[in-house]
């Protein structure tokens, strides 16, 4: 999903798709760098 996020942003230069992707990326690491299953949904929303 990040690697999607990061397309878009890279094409479009919407600033509130980079931060959907860092929200995205902070909410599937935790402390110690290990994958973790996530159930908050993001409440930013991108024009597209």
Request: charged share 25%; proline share 0%; net charge negative.
């Amino acid at each position: 999903m990040v690697d999607l996020t990061w397309k878009l942003f890279s094409h479009t230069g919407n600033i509130e798709t980079y931060l959907l992707m860092k929200e995205l990326e902070n909410a599937t690491m935790d402390n110690d760098g290990q994958a973790k299953e996530s159930t908050e949904v993001s409440s930013t929303e991108t024009n597209i």
